[in-house]
């Protein structure tokens, strides 16, 4: 791995300077294909309705589902439309999941006030033991009941679900199960070790000083300017950086000078507007040495619904003119020396987060995947352009790495499907807090985390500008 190849000449920082100077070339990157272009919006209507994309959707995957239904239940299972099901009759149904929710913030509660009704306090989940869930298709909806796990299921989901219909209208489940994971091309990955760095929430414009020491200290390392020969060596095998989303802190929005007089912010200045210049000067920094690809986040100055599109390259005079610099969308997918990645900046899972039992970002990362869509309680709890002819959101192909960002803290697993699927999970933390990234070999898809902590980034630590590497 990337420490272990630095540690063994470490000590050369205290020798005396060699007589040669040492010179590592970057590895270049051999293929890179950006398979994003589902993502980009062509055209830009917001006068559709929403009920077209979730039409689409259980289209699109109802193949799937009865595919991997009578693959599970066996080939002669029956499979019916809610409109044809009859009383006590066992049979398989397809639809699209609409979880009731008890605690789900609404337009009415937030008018509370003039209803004399007290608001709904914030909460970090919606989940609620009265919580209901009802399966809908093209012409009809029903109430599930039974062995599925209400808690754990969000708007949006398709299912395929077995049991029968009551004589009181609900359907019993006896069993259900998702799309899990599509199929998978081989991995080309290079035979060598190569390192790609992912990096999210560099929070610029924030108020805290020691993120923007440890954010130099990332770049030095990136661009071979920190550390001893053997770290120098290593960082050479980085082919690629991507910035995960929210490189502008939440400090920058500036939401309250809506509510003011014209005249009080004449003279003004937005605070993004030196933010989107100090991450200019870093881009500057990283392109000179190394290709980056730059995901937007919830934050940053782009369209605020999913897909959300590429940072204008106006924005980045000083890096723009580098061919290294790629302005990519969120979501993003590429193929990179052979290796398929597809990750997003965080928004996906925060939201199924809120919505949903399950509290750990990995365990909801693999659950996307399982499911067989990226961000399920989009548009209903989420913001999303009103596709309806395809969603994009669906998995087509299984990615060897799978990412999001922005979430509380480090973590990687490797899950693998049915049809001997391999993808390694990955959530990225908060740069700004943590000052944590990831590199990923390539070669193997491995993966471990890069820390650095700066004099008063932690009251524990005692060594200053130090750099921690584990795995």
Avoid at 25 to 30: D, I, L, M
Avoid at 80 to 88: F, G, R, S, T, V
Avoid at 300 to 324: A, V
Avoid at 389 to 394: A, L, V
Wanted: hydrophobic share 35%.
């Amino acid at each position: 791995m990337f420490s272990e190849q630095a540690v063994p000449s470490a000590h050369s920082l205290l020798a005396s300077p060699s007589s040669v100077a040492s010179t590592f070339v970057r590895v270049p990157v051999s293929t890179y294909t950006n398979c994003s272009q589902n993502f980009r919006l062509g055209e830009r209507t917001f006068n559709r309705q929403y009920a077209h994309i979730y039409a689409t959707r259980l289209i699109q995957m109802r193949p799937l589902l009865m595919e991997r239904a009578r693959r599970k239940w066996g080939s002669k299972i029956t499979v019916k439309k809610l409109c044809e099901l009859q009383i006590a009759e066992k049979c398989c149904v397809v639809g699209t999941l609409f979880k009731s929710m008890q605690l789900q913030p609404s337009i009415l509660r937030e008018i509370s006030e003039e209803h004399n009704l007290l608001p709904q306090p914030p909460r970090t989940k919606y989940v609620h033991q009265l919580d209901e869930l009802i399966l809908e298709d093209e012409l009809q909806r029903i109430k599930l009941e039974g062995a599925i796990q209400i808690d754990k299921l969000v708007t949006g989901t398709i299912l395929a679900v077995y049991g029968s219909e009551r004589e009181d209208g609900k359907f019993l489940v006896e069993d259900y199960c998702c799309a899990d994971m599509p199929t998978q091309l081989p991995m080309m990955g290079p035979s060598t070790d190569r390192f790609v760095l992912l990096v999210s929430g560099l929070g610029l414009g924030g108020k805290s000083g020691e993120s923007l020491l440890g954010m130099q200290l990332l770049v030095d390392m990136v661009t071979g300017q920190l550390g001893a020969e053997g770290e120098q060596s290593s960082a050479a095998l980085i082919s690629r950086v991507i910035l995960a989303g929210n490189l502008l802190s939440q400090n920058t929005q500036n939401r309250d000078t809506m509510n003011k007089a014209k005249y009080l912010t004449k003279k003004t200045q937005a605070a993004s507007v030196e933010a989107v210049k100090m991450l200019d000067e870093i881009l500057l920094q990283l392109c000179m040495s190394v290709p980056v690809d730059v995901m937007p986040g919830e934050f940053d100055p782009t369209n605020y619904t999913l897909p959300q599109q590429p940072l204008h390259r106006c924005m980045f005079p000083l890096s723009s003119p580098y061919s290294t610099l790629q302005l990519v969308t969120n979501p993003y997918q590429a193929v990179i020396d052979g290796v398929r990645f597809l990750g997003t900046s965080g928004q996906n899972i925060s939201d199924i987060f809120k919505y949903s039992s399950m509290s750990d970002y990995l365990e909801i990362l693999e659950w996307t995947l399982r499911i067989g869509h990226i961000s399920p309680t989009a548009p209903d709890t989420l913001g999303c352009y009103p596709f309806y002819k395809t969603d994009p959101f669906i998995f087509t192909d299984c990615p060897h790495i799978y990412f999001c960002g922005n979430a509380p803290f480090f973590r990687s697993k490797v899950v693998k499907g049915e049809d001997g699927q391999k993808v390694l999970l990955v959530t990225l933390p908060d740069f700004s807090t943590s000052q944590t990234a990831c590199l990923i070999n390539l070669r193997d898809l491995t993966c471990q985390p890069v820390t650095f902590s700066a004099f008063g980034a932690n009251d524990e630590e005692e060594e200053e500008g130090a750099m921690d590497t584990g795995s």
